[in-house]
């Protein structure tokens, strides 16, 4: 199945259950694929947190997420959740992705080719010049151009490509624009057939961390990530670095050694992203991978409640549980075997786990607990902010300092 609509009720339990608590994209993925769906995950909710120490966790109320769904609907926004035929493509192939983003604007340019333009807040004069230039000719060969909204190089991106498209995204809610003088940039995006997009709620006001958040976005949109100007400790490297993790191209403009805004563009280069120096130094790599598609390696795929027995069956990836005859209604909770103190399993599973991250499926050969009890317990410990979850199916456990 796919290209499947979320009904409204379903909508409304996606975002309540991604406003909730300690429920990080990471972690609602493991919540629907253990529960079926985000109203039977939503419902167990109250339990897991018992069980991991948490009784206090706070479960976003369907009041809280009509409202929000009514704010973003009063400037234009929609919610459009992974699986559904608008999410962007590129985007969800990402480990990261966010479950559900909040969309101003076109949704058609989601999932057109898009290259990302990051750099200075401070950029040169060359810098903005030649990010502008660059923008403009990759517009015209037909691709979107992504980035920030920032000031410097994001900005003249923006502007370079309102004719041919181009997607803005936030580190806050819709309704909270930064910089605030780009206000007026955002709204001629929309107006121009682009589109801005963020994960965060209605009335967020951005903060540091939200940044980088942000820039996991930038990247997880695009075929590679152009990085014109970037001091060692910039932003921009950040979203270079998601760019490796998620296995997009990474280009870098080089720079005079003197300047500091080019020894993190250098340090690219350096260390093997690509020099560009021109829009051919862009396309010629990209070109193949957007012939072939993005690589879809999500491990969520389509909205799991939305899928019949058989195709929950695949998603859940139980290879030693017989599959139960076609027609039966898998259980919204509990274990296809013979239950175990939950606590016992919880104890057992830490002692296989450390701060170096270890794939979930290496604990279910080395421990031998079945596979549903172990993604059990590490909902529990994650709940309990213990556990960390990282890139590949991996997790290590968080070290109190």
């Not at 009509?66 to 919610?79: N, Y």
């Not at 820039?215 to 490297?237: C, D, F, M």
Request: aromatic fraction near 4%; hydrophobic fraction near 45%.
């Amino acid at each position: 199945m796919t290209g499947v609509s979320l009904t409204d009720e379903q909508r409304i339990d996606w975002l309540r259950l991604i406003r909730s608590e300690r429920v990080g994209p990471r972690t609602f993925r493991s919540l629907i694929n253990q529960y079926g769906g985000a109203s039977a995950a939503l419902a167990a909710l109250p339990e897991i947190a018992r069980r991991s120490g948490r009784p206090a966790l706070k479960i976003t109320s369907r009041a809280d997420a009509e409202r929000e769904i009514a704010a973003a609907s009063r400037i234009g926004t929609c919610f459009i959740a992974m699986g559904e035929p608008d999410y962007p493509k590129a985007l969800q192939a990402a480990d990261t992705a966010p479950p559900m983003i909040a969309v101003r604007g076109s949704r058609d340019i989601l999932n057109r080719p898009a290259v990302a333009m990051v750099g200075s807040r401070n950029a040169s004069a060359a810098g903005l010049a030649f990010a502008e230039r660059l923008s403009r000719q990759l517009g015209e060969a037909g691709y979107v151009v992504v980035s920030g909204l920032a000031r410097g190089i994001d900005t003249r991106a923006h502007k370079a490509t309102l004719a041919s498209g181009t997607i803005a995204v936030l580190a806050g809610g819709q309704d909270r624009i930064y910089p605030p003088e780009n206000e007026a940039l955002l709204l001629a995006i929309v107006e121009n057939g682009g589109a801005v997009v963020s994960e965060m709620p209605m009335g967020w006001e951005p903060r540091g961390r939200d940044f980088p958040r942000r820039n996991r976005i930038v990247s997880g949109l695009s075929y590679g990530v152009v990085v014109v100007e970037a001091a060692r400790r910039s932003g921009s490297l950040i979203t270079a670095r998601f760019a490796l993790e998620q296995g997009r191209e990474v280009f870098a403009v080089p720079g005079s050694p003197l300047d500091p805004r080019a020894e993190g563009t250098n340090d690219l280069i350096r260390d093997g992203a690509t020099l560009c120096a021109s829009i051919d130094h862009v396309i010629h790599v990209l070109a193949p991978l957007v012939a072939a598609g993005p690589r879809a390696d999500d491990t969520m795929g389509e909205p799991l409640h939305l899928l019949g027995t058989e195709e929950l069956w695949d998603e859940l990836d139980l290879p030693d549980v017989p599959r139960p005859p076609v027609g039966v209604v898998l259980p919204a909770e509990g274990s296809f075997h013979e239950d175990a103190p939950a606590d016992r399993i919880e104890v057992d599973l830490v002692a296989f786990l450390g701060p170096s991250p270890v794939p979930v499926d290496d604990l279910v050969r080395q421990s031998g607990i079945a596979i549903r009890d172990v993604h059990m317990a590490l909902l529990e410990l994650e709940m309990a902010g213990r556990l960390e979850r990282h890139g590949g199916n991996a997790v290590s456990l968080i070290t109190k300092t």
